[in-house]
């Protein structure tokens, strides 16, 4: 039957058995070196998290004008010289020339590809697998030149070596952090839930997040997930969350921990169903079970978080 379940502020119960598991309290400090942080072309508003983040993942990547974002963050030269990105990747239309040479100059790969029917962010991603599942590809770039654009053919050569490579690899879970991928411009935030919807299905490696001035957002896959906290976690830096069935019509078997808990709820945009301005009440745990993935937004206290991350 469904069913809206209203509770009250605070909600104690044991954790089902669950295989997939997030630690939120833990979700912006991964704790090994498959992890990378993409800049894309917005102004970097997470100002107070933002070098603590840079330090959190190990490779650094910025899409085009992700670049002079990136540059225009710091004041001083001396800052710049230490938040050196390790690679940028676009067309290359959007990256100013004064920060080109910037980053040239401090040892940047920055790769050229012209090809007008993919995103630089999903260029970016093409990318960082490579840099990941193709250890050939490092050596192939630290003995080419940007001139010669690394000898990757400059319209889609990383996407036509993405595609030929895939089939072959044996993959690790990449933890991705996109800053920049929702605001702005309608038509690149709608492109950027249409890559984490891609991404699961196609590249499931990679465990993609986007973080903006207000919240985190990800995707919640199809079956059950336990997402863990702390309470003085969810105290300080957890308000408003919503569950988003951005992907299509789905049904919400289950939720266990919202102020407002759902069992088999039909969601849809077309239908005028959806959970939003929920929150988690589950003192340690919130819990979902979904038919279909969903995405999750939570809204977090940026100026608290950093105690945290
Ligand atoms: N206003 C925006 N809002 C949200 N995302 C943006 C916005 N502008 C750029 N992006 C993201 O940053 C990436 C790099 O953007 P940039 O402006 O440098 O290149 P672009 O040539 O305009 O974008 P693209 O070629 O990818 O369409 C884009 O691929 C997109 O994902
Ligand atoms: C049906 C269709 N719509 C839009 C574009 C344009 N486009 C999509 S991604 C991209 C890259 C920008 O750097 C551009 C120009 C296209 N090619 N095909």
Same mark, same amino acid.
Request: hydrophobic residues 35%; glycine residues 6%.
């Given at each position: 039957m469904e069913q809206v379940i209203e509770n009250p502020e605070s909600l104690k119960f044991e954790p089902p058995v669950c295989s997939h598991v997030l630690n939120l309290n833990k979700f912006l400090s991964p @704790?090994?070196? !498959?992890s990378a942080l993409l800049i894309l072309n917005?102004? #970097?508003?997470v100002e107070c998290v933002f070098e603590k983040l840079w330090a959190n993942y190990n490779l650094h990547v910025c899409a085009d004008g992700g670049a002079n974002q990136l540059y225009e963050h710091f004041h001083e030269e001396e800052l710049r010289s230490k938040y050196v990105p390790d690679y940028i990747i676009g @067309?290359? +239309?959007? #990256?100013r020339d004064e920060v080109l040479n910037f980053y040239l100059s401090h040892g940047v790969i920055v790769i050229s590809q012209s090809w007008q029917y993919s995103t630089d962010f999903t260029k970016s991603l093409q990318l960082i697998s490579l840099h990941f599942f193709k250890p050939e590809f490092r050596e192939l770039l630290s003995s080419e030149r940007f001139e010669q654009n690394? $000898?990757? !053919? +400059?319209?889609h050569g990383i996407e036509t070596l993405y595609t030929a490579e895939r089939p072959n690899w044996s993959t690790r879970d990449i933890d991705m952090l996109v800053l920049?991928? #929702? +605001? $702005?411009r309608f038509d690149q935030t709608v492109h950027s839930i249409t890559q984490l919807y891609m991404t699961s299905r196609t590249d499931a490696y990679y465990k993609l997040c986007y973080l903006t001035s207000t919240d985190i957002i990800m995707l919640i896959p199809s079956g059950g997930t336990l997402i863990k906290y702390s309470k003085d976690f969810k105290q300080h830096c957890v308000k408003n969350c919503g569950l988003l069935p951005l992907g299509g019509p789905t049904v919400i078997k289950s939720t266990k921990g919202l102020k407002w808990d759902v069992c088999n709820w039909h969601t849809s945009i077309m239908g005028g169903k959806v959970s939003s301005s929920n929150r988690f009440v589950g003192e340690s745990y919130c819990y979902f079970d979904v038919e279909d993935p969903l995405v999750l937004s939570i809204e977090l206290t940026l100026s608290r978080l950093v105690e945290f991350i």
């Amino acid at each position: 039957m469904e069913q809206v379940i209203e509770n009250p502020e605070s909600l104690k119960f044991e954790p089902p058995v669950c295989s997939h598991v997030l630690n939120l309290n833990k979700f912006l400090s991964p @704790d090994h070196k !498959d992890s990378a942080l993409l800049i894309l072309n917005q102004k #970097i508003t997470v100002e107070c998290v933002f070098e603590k983040l840079w330090a959190n993942y190990n490779l650094h990547v910025c899409a085009d004008g992700g670049a002079n974002q990136l540059y225009e963050h710091f004041h001083e030269e001396e800052l710049r010289s230490k938040y050196v990105p390790d690679y940028i990747i676009g @067309d290359l +239309d959007s #990256i100013r020339d004064e920060v080109l040479n910037f980053y040239l100059s401090h040892g940047v790969i920055v790769i050229s590809q012209s090809w007008q029917y993919s995103t630089d962010f999903t260029k970016s991603l093409q990318l960082i697998s490579l840099h990941f599942f193709k250890p050939e590809f490092r050596e192939l770039l630290s003995s080419e030149r940007f001139e010669q654009n690394y $000898g990757i !053919d +400059d319209c889609h050569g990383i996407e036509t070596l993405y595609t030929a490579e895939r089939p072959n690899w044996s993959t690790r879970d990449i933890d991705m952090l996109v800053l920049n991928a #929702i +605001d $702005g411009r309608f038509d690149q935030t709608v492109h950027s839930i249409t890559q984490l919807y891609m991404t699961s299905r196609t590249d499931a490696y990679y465990k993609l997040c986007y973080l903006t001035s207000t919240d985190i957002i990800m995707l919640i896959p199809s079956g059950g997930t336990l997402i863990k906290y702390s309470k003085d976690f969810k105290q300080h830096c957890v308000k408003n969350c919503g569950l988003l069935p951005l992907g299509g019509p789905t049904v919400i078997k289950s939720t266990k921990g919202l102020k407002w808990d759902v069992c088999n709820w039909h969601t849809s945009i077309m239908g005028g169903k959806v959970s939003s301005s929920n929150r988690f009440v589950g003192e340690s745990y919130c819990y979902f079970d979904v038919e279909d993935p969903l995405v999750l937004s939570i809204e977090l206290t940026l100026s608290r978080l950093v105690e945290f991350i």
